[in-house]
Each structure stands twice: as C-alpha cells, then as structure tokens.
C-alpha cells in the first residue's frame, strides 16, 4: 500500500495549512481499489494492524511533503480505541518524522463520533491530553446534534461533498451549510468544505463565510514528495 496526500486550503489566499493522508493500492498490486484493501484486511481479522501499518506509512511519508502543515489521519471507530494512541507509540513515530502530536488532526466520522458517542469518550480524552486536535468528518450524513458536538469538542468540523456539490446552485444547501458553519462557531471549531471543484463553487464558499476547503479545483491526491503547490484552476 500507499499513502497519498490531498491538501487543505484557505480558500481566501489559496494557502496550504494541511494534507489529509489516503491509503491507496500499490500501483499493479493484487488489489483495484482502496476499498477492495480495506475489504481483505476487514475479513482476515486483521484490520486493526492493517490501520496501524497505514498510520505508520503516512507518518513516514508525511516527512518527504514539504510544508506539510497540518497532518490530518483518519481512524474508524476501532483505530479510535487502539492503545497505541495512549501507550505514546504514536508519538514515537511522529518523532521520527519530525512532527508532534500538535501538528496531527485525527479525524473520525459525524456517525463515531454520535453513534459511538460512549465507546469514543475515553479515546477523545487521550488524544486531548496528548495534545493530538480533532476533526469530525461527513458533517452533513443527519446525525449530529449540538449537544453532542459540544461534548467532543472537536477542532474541525469537515462538511461532506453532498453539502458542496453545486451549491451555488441551491438555495437550500446554501441555508443548510450556513446554518452548519453557525454550529461551528458556537463550538469554536473551524470548518473545511469537501470537493470544492469549482469556482462557483468556491465563491459561493467564501459568500458564506467558510475558511477552509479541499477538493480538485486546487489539488489532486498526490504521493510524496509533493513539490507541486500550483493550484490546477
């Protein structure tokens, strides 16, 4: 497997603050697609070292990405709740690249962080006192509430593509991202919109007050090293 990096923007100055860190299939390898990957690892009982082994490859690749700013990781409801993160193995390797548990975002989906509200509380607590931030990822999926947001506490808030997609195009996603950014104000986290792929779309973006984005307007998933920083439109 692979680890490529999709940045993270401000979308008023199109600077790079982050890099979300994919796991990919290698290239002519046994498996099509991440998902086929995931799908093995998952009927083998083995999905726990499988994330630990992505964990660790997009560490080691994060050091060949200059600027790398922010390193967002993501982590499904078992990853959240893997010793690893309070034994400080973690750590160990964030040292080795250079980076410290302040310059990681471990994000987790809208449904861990509400459906697993419980099973989560003891992991955020972990990553709080380690000094690691939070994003919660697919806002949007219809399960949060306020009050539970505001018990995580989260650093971001990630609003999925199905919110993004064409929103200068309806008024009703508009109202709906709009009232979404008010709830992340109320919980001081900051928000990044996902697969922002056109200028419209972008402008509309910042009409609404939303600070970060992501998506191929300005970059594709790269692998390391990423030297490119030309934003592709």
Same mark, same amino acid.
Request: aromatic share 6%.
């Given at each position: 497997?692979?680890?490529?990096?999709?940045?993270?923007?401000?979308?008023?100055?199109?600077?790079?603050?982050?890099?979300?860190?994919?796991?990919?299939?290698?290239?002519?390898?046994?498996?099509?697609?991440?998902?086929?990957?995931? @799908?093995?690892?998952?009927?083998?009982?083995?999905?726990?070292?499988?994330?630990?082994?992505?964990?660790?490859?997009?560490?080691?690749?994060?050091?060949?990405?200059?600027?790398?700013?922010?390193?967002?990781?993501?982590?499904?409801?078992?990853?959240?709740?893997?010793?690893?993160?309070? @034994?400080?193995?973690?750590?160990?390797?964030?040292?080795?690249?250079?980076?410290?548990?302040?310059?990681?975002?471990?994000?987790?989906?809208?449904?861990?962080?509400?459906?697993?509200?419980?099973?989560?509380?003891?992991?955020?607590?972990?990553?709080?006192?380690?000094?690691?931030?939070?994003?919660?990822?697919?806002?949007?999926?219809?399960?949060?509430?306020?009050?539970?947001? @505001?018990?995580?506490?989260?650093?971001?808030?990630?609003?999925?593509?199905?919110?993004?997609?064409?929103?200068?195009?309806?008024?009703?996603?508009?109202?709906?991202?709009?009232?979404?950014?008010?709830?992340?104000?109320?919980?001081?986290?900051?928000?990044?919109?996902?697969?922002?792929?056109?200028?419209?779309?972008?402008?509309?973006?910042?009409?609404?007050?939303?600070?970060?984005?992501?998506?191929?307007?300005?970059?594709?998933?790269?692998?390391?090293?990423?030297?490119?920083?030309?934003?592709?439109?």
């Amino acid at each position: 497997m692979r680890t490529v990096f999709h940045p993270i923007i401000r979308l008023r100055d199109r600077e790079v603050v982050g890099h979300e860190a994919l796991t990919r299939p290698l290239i002519g390898g046994s498996f099509d697609s991440v998902e086929e990957l995931f @799908a093995f690892a998952e009927s083998s009982e083995l999905m726990m070292e499988f994330e630990r082994m992505c964990r660790r490859t997009a560490i080691r690749a994060a050091k060949e990405v200059p600027h790398m700013g922010l390193l967002f990781l993501n982590a499904s409801a078992g990853a959240v709740e893997d010793p690893e993160w309070s @034994a400080g193995t973690v750590e160990q390797d964030l040292t080795g690249s250079g980076l410290k548990p302040s310059d990681v975002v471990v994000e987790i989906t809208e449904r861990v962080a509400i459906v697993r509200h419980d099973e989560f509380q003891g992991a955020l607590k972990t990553f709080k006192e380690r000094g690691y931030r939070v994003a919660v990822d697919d806002m949007g999926a219809g399960y949060a509430s306020l009050q539970s947001l @505001a018990a995580i506490e989260p650093d971001f808030l990630k609003f999925d593509v199905s919110l993004v997609r064409d929103i200068d195009r309806s008024s009703i996603k508009r109202s709906l991202l709009e009232s979404l950014r008010h709830l992340a104000e109320k919980i001081h986290a900051r928000v990044i919109a996902e697969g922002v792929e056109r200028p419209e779309e972008m402008q509309t973006l910042l009409e609404l007050g939303i600070e970060l984005g992501q998506g191929y307007l300005f970059h594709r998933e790269e692998p390391p090293p990423v030297v490119d920083k030309e934003p592709l439109a």
